[in-house]
């Protein structure tokens, strides 16, 4: 090589050294930083969205473990696991407040803070001066409308989709149905399968029928669907008053009920590893989603047919007004450059 090619190669090497996916960055862990990988759809989500911020912008390895609840919390408290991108606040089993009280595991902050769940119906059946359910606010209203959700089985009944048979929803909802005193004007419909559930609510929101469901969030149908459907009033949450229906052991009896609880959902890591990685920490403390948000990414799970690292790569990409936040300039611009 003669002079000039020499300096060339320095120059575009020392360019090429400035830009922020050159920049090399050692993670401040010197191992591998492992996730729980929950076997559902939104913690994949958020679960890749933190990986990639942690390769790509802190340059750190990451890897996840599969598994549910109860395994991966012990794993955590081992140390054998790191971090949890969802732990639910109100149904945290012992595994987790235990592990929190001996101090091998803490909670980090929210993730996000709205999961929700209620009964639904389609914003075109009561909004509008032709509205057929004009003035349908609440489950009290609900009597005057059998008509209009008329049960093809039971014609003089509406019909309420209910959740699918065996969960736990299911059981709540056959429970305010007494409470609320509607099994007089609604057929309990429990579908067999997610699947069959989300095919009847589809089916109806496309074709503009009166359909009145359960449903919960976040949720890829929930995203799909949209400001497409409202959910009803119930009385207010109180711990109180839902402890005495969760109590009750023949829905039958059930007199009294409210609306379920919004849930929190936070994120958690193993407190050893996390007290040892203040930058890692900072990230997970400032990370903060909403119900609304997971849901676009989980419709653009469905709708695209991609991964969750497809979601996150998505979701990196059209908000940076939510992530950049969540870190230093530096880090951000290596992960867009990454992007």
Known sequence: ??????????????????????????CEVGHTVVFAGLDWDSNAFHTAVAQRILRDGMG???????????????????GDIHVMMEVWASNTPPSWTQGVASGKLVELGVNFPDAVQGWFVPRYLVEGD???????????????????????????????????????CELFNTKKLHAYGLTAHYTNFRPGTAAALDAAI??????RRPVLFYYWGPTW???????????????????TRWKALADVKHPKDARDATAYPVVEVHIGANKAFIDGAPSIRAFL?????????????????????????????????????????????????RVRAAL
């Open 202 to 207: 589809l089916s109806a929101v496309k074709r």
């Open 221 to 239: 149908l929930l995203g799909q669907l949209g400001d497409q459907v409202v959910m009803l009033d119930e009385p207010p949450y109180d711990a």
């Open 60 to 78: 750190c390895k990451v890897d996840q473990v599969p598994g549910s609840t109860i395994p991966l919390h012990n794993g955590m408290a081992r």
């Open 130 to 168: 032709k509205a057929p359910a004009r003035g349908l606010k609440s489950v009290a209203d609900l009597p005057r409308f059998k008509a209009l959700f008329r049960d093809p089985e039971e014609p003089a009944k509406g019909r309420f989709l209910n959740c699918i048979a065996g969960w736990q």
């Open 1 to 26: 090589m003669n002079l000039r090619s020499i300096v060339a190669a320095f120059l575009l090497a020392a360019l090429t050294a400035l830009t922020p996916a050159a920049q090399a960055q050692s």
């Open 285 to 333: 403390q400032r990370y903060r989603t909403s119900g609304k948000l997971v849901s676009e990414a989980l419709a653009y799970m469905q709708r695209s047919k991609g991964s969750a690292d497809d979601a996150a790569r998505h979701f990196l990409k059209t908000h940076p007004e939510v992530w950049m936040p969540w870190v230093d300039p530096t880090v951000a611009a």
